[in-house]
């Protein structure tokens, strides 16, 4: 597979920065996307849905990374696969009044 220049991107950052700081740093943007959705439920939905999208952004980019640092592409397609299918049943279930139960992992 040909380098994107995305992951040519990625390999610069960890050339740089290293493994250990790049996955810190995918928590840190977890937290403050956890942070916003917190201020946006807390104050009453006053926070402004680009700076969601800002937080989502951040964090989309550090999974990616954390892909690439870890080569774990064909697991977690396959995982994501797999939780789908299952918030599928979930559904479906809910849906027939059997069950409530929405935890998806
Ligand atoms: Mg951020």
Redesign the pocket.
């Given at each position: 597979m040909n380098p994107t220049k995305e992951t040519i991107l990625f390999d610069d950052a960890l050339t740089l920065w290293g493994k250990e700081f790049q996955i810190m740093m995918a928590i840190e943007?977890m937290a403050?996307?956890m942070q916003k959705l917190s201020h946006y439920l807390r104050k009453n939905r006053k926070v402004k849905y680009t700076e969601i999208a800002?937080?989502i952004a951040?964090v989309q980019i550090m999974m990616r990374q954390l892909i690439q640092i870890f080569c774990i592409l064909d697991i977690v397609n396959q995982q994501e696969a797999l939780k789908l299918n299952k918030l599928q049943q979930y559904i479906e279930k809910a849906k027939r009044g059997e069950s409530a139960d929405s935890s998806q992992s």
């Amino acid at each position: 597979m040909n380098p994107t220049k995305e992951t040519i991107l990625f390999d610069d950052a960890l050339t740089l920065w290293g493994k250990e700081f790049q996955i810190m740093m995918a928590i840190e943007e977890m937290a403050e996307l956890m942070q916003k959705l917190s201020h946006y439920l807390r104050k009453n939905r006053k926070v402004k849905y680009t700076e969601i999208a800002s937080e989502i952004a951040d964090v989309q980019i550090m999974m990616r990374q954390l892909i690439q640092i870890f080569c774990i592409l064909d697991i977690v397609n396959q995982q994501e696969a797999l939780k789908l299918n299952k918030l599928q049943q979930y559904i479906e279930k809910a849906k027939r009044g059997e069950s409530a139960d929405s935890s998806q992992s």
